[in-house]
């Protein structure tokens, strides 16, 4: 076969050996073909794209240095008794577990390090995803085709969360320990089957023996796979649908402009991994992140006052503060029909987070559907030109963080001096009233800087040079703006409501009418962008006066 | 001040209404034009850029030199102390950071005054194109014929069915994680044994504890006695019976009917295990005589028998019945009377079954 196809083609001879090593992989997975579509393709840059990177980063930090851990750490709930180098816990009964942490801390060279490299990077981790997903809604990444990555991740976010928790756990110190009780208090809470899960969760009464063995296995192998399998997927499909780009000159839904791979992108995106784990390395040098040592092995009797979870925890131990249990001498939680049902419990547990991730998960769908927008959408939106997803977002995130604050009550009121009971009653309050504030605030500002946009397009931006005209007027001289500066301002798309429309019947059914009034809702209060009519009509009033509205500007100058 | 127009709606005349927005837009002017760097223009500052990126790359050497001597020269031996092993720590930390961060300021800082700086565009393509629709559709099509699936009904409907019933001994299988439930939470080692009580001892030491030494004000953290001694299920029966013991002025309590010789001479105790999720209702405000869980705020009224007064607790934490032996050490009549922790499902029936 060689023999023929040689003699047709010209034969290629790489002049360097690097070259002929490379020719020798090419010849054999066709490498080439791979090379010459992405060596040179497009990304576009933005500071706010380097969230997910950090998210991706602080992941292969987290298998260098967890794949470092396991090496030491032993999953056993055996009884031991602690002989290692930390003195106050001498003799101490513990866990095998337990006891293998320690030494990793205390034994093991360059042992903390890691343990503290890996506990702030899975910290960094949640919190990059949750950030980069914040970036990819107020911008309206999420929009077609890229519903489908949204998903993906979101689930992304539950396993990073999964993994967060269940490494937690491992240590089997006081505050994981109480941190699992509390699962445990949780899952006992499900109707009907709520007792069977906990006795097989943890192989029988709480805490039992098999559950930190039983975490270990979920912590580095099943849940990691998943997320290794969702961040393919997850670049898998940024391939396909190419990145995403801000609103601005030369850029719309028909290209990509921004840096070539190779070298640039290449070289900031390679470099900013060194980037990100030299800041891990630092605060791994220098802040103490749980110091399980001074917590003590798990013992169901004593808990240290201000226990907290992880961050990404508190969110829904917060939601559990917050519910309460009585009202007056109303009980929250029912014995109906002989079974006991622990709303107590179970609201708060499920009810905040599942309306979260529901609401999460489904967005790209529901916008769509209100919208009928089924165009592809390349070029994001500024949050400010999607006056009402924004405050759909802020008022999600605002619910987030009263539940996330209410995790921290009781450090809230030992810090600033207040009562802890007025805390909880606080937040109770925000629960309900900070989404709707944070809704109407978030719109109203949207708007407000969408006319500030209008106002410089047209107006030119404010030189901060204060001029006497001869009449004796003061005015602050504007200067015009590029019309590169001005396209920037001016390239969003304003929709207006979409009123209902008749089906194919000719009937205009009532999933119709609702979505029409939804339609009304999301853009009845907008602003239209700038029209090339409008600064010609601003110029002339500039050409005599300077001053669009000379008669408001009078009046202002009055009082 | 400005003289533009305070940007209210009805002033700037910028909400414009629907059907109305059918204008003339803004042309795009295009990729704005390149501005060259310095480094672009003067070879000086090439050089002096050239020279930035090989330091950086230097420090990144010195760092890991950093590491490797914080890693070999401090000896962790048995005899280290926690300020060798912080010093240590900090070093690596420093060491890595310098390593790390040297290569990545060193490559960023090169890609961004050396390399070339030219934005390009590019097109994006379908991403699908209607031939490769049509295309998958036919091979989609023969695929179906081919098994014929749609031809033979009977085999595509055993197969749904085995396909169904498949997973089902994955469920069997996970139902042996854990033995069934049962009554288990229902008792705790309180429960007397052959007739015998237990008596109420210290937690941890174990030591039997006299109703003389409980004075009025203080608070003990009780486990059953026994506990310590036996070898499995430890803290499984731990996280069950563990108990306050405190002492109130008699006249304080008022026992509900049925409760009125399950104290003390103003001696109580009361499980410690929160009747909300679990966590240790560990604090003890003595003036107040409230009982507090650190961990979700549940608080608890001793003089009313531990009702619920602020948190998301909704029962009472349940209440050991004690009373003193012939040497003057406290021990349970019985066990509790409800079972203990946070509820489940069953935990009613559990309750009944306790009491007839």
């Known amino acids: 076969m060689s023999a023929t196809s040689t003699a047709d083609t010209p034969t290629f001879v790489a002049k360097t050996k690097g070259g002929r090593i490379t020719d020798f992989v090419d010849q054999r997975v066709g490498g080439s073909g791979m090379l010459r579509e992405f060596g040179r393709k497009v990304f576009p840059d933005h500071w706010s794209f380097m969230f997910g990177e950090v998210a991706l980063y602080s992941f292969v930090i987290l298998l260098l240095s967890g794949t470092f851990l396991t090496f030491f750490f032993d999953p056993s709930m055996a009884e031991t008794h602690y002989q290692g180098s930390y003195l106050p816990l001498k003799n101490v009964e513990m866990s095998v577990a337990y006891n293998s942490s320690l030494n990793i801390s205390f034994d093991v060279r360059g042992g903390l390090f890691m343990r503290q490299v890996h506990h702030w990077s899975a910290l960094l981790f949640v919190a990059s995803v949750s950030v980069h997903m914040l970036r990819v809604f107020f911008t309206g990444a999420f929009r077609k085709p890229r519903e489908m990555n949204w998903v993906v991740g979101s689930v992304l976010l539950i396993l990073a969360m999964a993994a967060g928790f269940t490494g937690y756990s491992l240590p089997d110190d006081l505050l994981s320990g109480n941190g699992l009780r509390i699962i445990d208090g949780v899952i006992k809470s499900i109707p009907v089957i709520g007792t069977y899960i906990s006795f097989f969760l943890f192989g029988g009464e709480f805490p039992g023996t098999a559950i930190i063995g039983r975490l270990y296995m979920l912590h580095i192998l099943l849940v990691p796979a998943l997320i290794l399998l969702m961040i393919v997927i997850h670049l898998f499909m940024v391939v396909v649908h190419k990145h995403t780009q801000y609103p601005g000159p030369g850029r719309n839904d028909g290209n990509v402009v921004g840096y070539p791979l190779g070298p640039v992108y290449a070289a900031k995106a390679g470099g900013f991994f060194f980037i990100v784990f030299g800041v891990v390395a630092l605060m791994a040098g220098f802040f103490t992140i749980n110091p399980i040592w001074n917590y003590g092995p798990y013992d169901p009797s004593p808990v240290s006052a201000g226990t907290q979870p992880d961050w990404y925890i508190g969110f829904v131990d917060g939601a559990l503060r917050l519910m309460p249990g009585t009202f007056g001498d109303w009980h929250v939680e029912q014995v109906w029909f002989g079974h006991v049902f622990t709303f107590n419990v179970l609201l708060p547990a499920l009810v905040p987070a599942g309306i979260l991730f529901t609401v999460m998960f489904t967005y790209p769908w529901i916008e769509r559907w209100i919208t009928k927008d089924d165009r592809e959408h390349h070029v994001l939106d500024r949050p400010r030109n999607a006056p009402t997803r924004t405050a759909i977002g802020m008022a999600g995130f605002v619910w987030y963080c009263v539940m996330w604050a209410a995790a921290g009550s009781d450090l809230i009121a030992t810090h600033f001096h207040v009562a802890l009971n007025d805390v909880t009653y606080w937040l109770r309050a925000l629960f309900f009233i900070g989404p709707v504030l944070a809704f109407i605030i978030t719109k109203r500002v949207a708007l407000a800087l969408q006319r500030k946009d209008r106002e410089i397009a047209l107006h030119g931006r404010e030189t901060g040079r204060i001029v006497r005209l001869p009449h004796g007027e003061f005015i602050e001289v504007h200067a015009p703006l590029n019309e590169y500066k001005r396209y920037k301002l001016v390239g969003f798309e304003s929709p207006s409501p979409l009123p209902a429309e008749p089906n194919s019947h000719g009937v205009v059914d009532r999933k119709e009418k609702r979505r029409a009034m939804l339609s009304k809702w999301f853009f009845e209060d907008r602003v239209a962008p700038a029209t090339p009519a409008e600064l010609a009509a601003a110029h002339g009033h500039h050409g005599e006066h300077e001053s669009i509205e000379p008669a408001a500007e009078q009046k202002s100058l009055s009082h | ?356």
């Open chain 2, 1 to 356: 001040m400005g003289n533009h127009s305070d940007g209210s709606p009805n002033h700037s005349g910028t909400v414009a209404t629907a059907g109305q927005n059918e204008v003339e837009k803004f042309q795009d002017p295009g990729i704005p034009p390149h501005r060259l760097r310095l480094a672009d223009t003067d070879p000086r500052a090439a050089k002096r850029a050239e020279r930035q990126v090989a330091i950086l790359f230097g420090a990144s050497v010195v760092g890991t030199l950093i590491f490797l001597v914080a890693y070999f020269a401090i000896d962790l031996g048995a005899d280290s102390s926690i300020a060798t092993i912080r010093l240590q720590n900090t070093l690596l930390g420093i060491g890595t950071a310098f390593a790390m961060l040297g290569i990545g300021t060193g490559i960023v800082h090169w890609a961004k005054a050396l390399m070339p700086d030219h934005e390009v565009s590019e097109e994006r393509h379908a991403i699908r194109t209607e031939e490769d629709r049509l295309a998958a559709v036919r091979i989609v099509d023969d695929i179906v014929e081919e098994t014929g699936i749609k031809r033979r009904p009977l085999i595509r409907n055993t197969l749904l069915g085995a396909v169904a019933l498949a997973p089902l001994p994955a469920l069997a299988v996970f139902g042996d994680l854990g033995p069934r439930p049962d009554n288990k939470l229902a008792h705790t080692m309180w429960a007397p044994v052959d007739g015998k009580t237990k008596r109420l001892t210290r937690d941890p030491d174990g030591t039997p504890i006299k109703a003389s030494d409980v004075t009025i004000g203080s608070a003990f953290h009780v486990i059953p006695e026994g506990l310590n001694e036996l070898h499995e299920g430890k803290l499984n029966e731990k996280a069950k019976s563990v108990v306050l013991l405190m002492r109130l002025n008699p006249e304080s309590l008022k026992p509900s009917p049925g409760r009125e010789d399950w104290s003390y001479n103003g001696i109580v105790a009361y499980s410690k295990i929160c009747t909300h999720v679990g966590c240790p209702v560990a604090l003890y405000e003595q003036q107040t005589h409230h009982l507090l869980c650190p961990c979700h705020q549940s608080t608890f009224d001793l003089t009313q028998e531990c009702k619920v007064i602020f948190g998301p607790a909704s029962r009472p934490l349940p209440q050991l019945p004690i009373a003193v032996d012939d040497e003057g050490y406290l021990y349970a009549t019985s066990d509790f009377k409800e079972p203990v922790g946070p509820s489940y499902w069953e935990r009613d029936e559990h309750e009944r079954n306790i009491n007839s």
